[in-house]
Structures are given as structure tokens and as C-alpha cells.
């Protein structure tokens, strides 16, 4: 049995196609900007966890840093890397340990972006597991060679400090 054909994608629209046509793409790629995002901090969990320290430390710019409370900052992928290779998280993730990171807020601006959320370390206690850390996190990013990469990630334990809650804010 045929079937009909697609719609026209301009049917019934008003404007020229190529407004519309740009306006999708500038849709699509907004999109697409989103998901590379999400994706870049939601693999830091997993690699962290898993002890594959250059990968979780590859989500970062040359120059990029990590404000970790309680640990200072860190600078550059090598100095990322080396603070997971660090007897207390070789520690930790040798108990068990898990990095879970929540849904993001990203904002966009062209090629900078800045993506906020919470993040939870949890570990094995032997019969369970207790919540470790709990952190607000607001990370700031960069394409660059058509790649995202955090130039600045700030963590703040959520244990009522007004530093934590800011933020969270817009």
C-alpha cells in the first residue's frame, strides 16, 4: 500500500526556508552542545571510580583546574590525574566507592558554557553504603578543536556553607 509523502518541512510556514533551515541547525547544534556536555561530566564518575585516572582527567582543558573543598586546586589534566592517583582516592575506590554526578543546568554562550549540579560520593561501609561526600558543583567550559572541556570545575560540600549554595545560583 503507498503511503503518502512527508510533509513539506515549510508547509503552512510562513518566512524563507533557508530562516527556518538556520534556525534548526542553530536548534540541533544547541542540543548537541547540551548532550557533549552531559557527557563529558558524566563519564568523570565512572573512570574515577573505575581507577582510569587520565581519562577522568582528559575532561579537562590543558589549563583547566579543579576547586575540590578540602583539597585545594588542582591544575591541568596531569594534576587532576595525580590526585586520583593519590593514596586517599586509591583508598577509597579500593573500598568501593561510587562518583555519581546529577542531572546538569547548562547554559550556553557560543563556544563557553557553564554547567551546574550536585555530586555524591558514596562508599562500601561492609554492609552497606553511607553517602561520603555531597557537593554542590558549578563548572565552566570551553570548545576548543570542536571538543568541550571543563576550564574550571568548583566543588563545595553542601554542610550549610554559604559557598556551596552560591553555587547553585544563576
Do not use: K
Not at 579537562?60 to 596531569?78: K, Q, R
Not at 550549610?160 to 545560583?169: D, I
Amino acid at each position: 500500500m503507498p503511503t503518502d509523502p512527508p510533509p513539506d518541512i515549510d508547509a503552512g510556514v510562513a518566512g524563507p526556508s533557508e530562516a527556518r533551515l538556520a534556525r534548526l541547525e542553530a536548534r540541533v547544534r544547541d542540543l548537541e552542545d547540551r548532550e557533549a556536555i552531559r557527557d563529558l561530566i558524566a563519564a568523570y564518575g565512572p573512570a574515577a571510580d573505575s581507577g582510569d585516572c587520565a581519562a577522568a582527567a582528559a575532561a579537562w582543558a590543558a589549563d583547566g583546574s579543579y576547586d575540590i573543598d578540602g583539597f585545594g586546586i588542582v591544575e591541568g589534566p596531569a594534576g587532576i590525574a595525580a590526585i586520583l592517583e593519590g593514596a586517599h582516592h586509591q583508598q577509597l575506590i579500593a573500598g568501593g566507592a561510587a562518583h555519581v554526578l546529577s542531572p546538569l543546568a547548562i547554559t550556553l554562550s557560543g563556544d563557553t558554557a557553564t554547567a551546574v549540579g550536585y555530586s555524591c560520593v558514596f562508599r562500601h561501609t561492609g554492609d552497606g553504603f553511607e553517602a561520603h561526600r555531597v557537593a554542590a558543583n558549578r563548572s565552566t567550559l570551553v570548545r576548543a578543536d570542536g571538543q568541550w572541556r571543563i576550564a574550571r570545575r568548583v566543588n563545595r560540600l553542601l554542610n550549610g556553607a554559604e559557598a556551596a549554595r552560591a553555587l547553585l545560583r544563576p
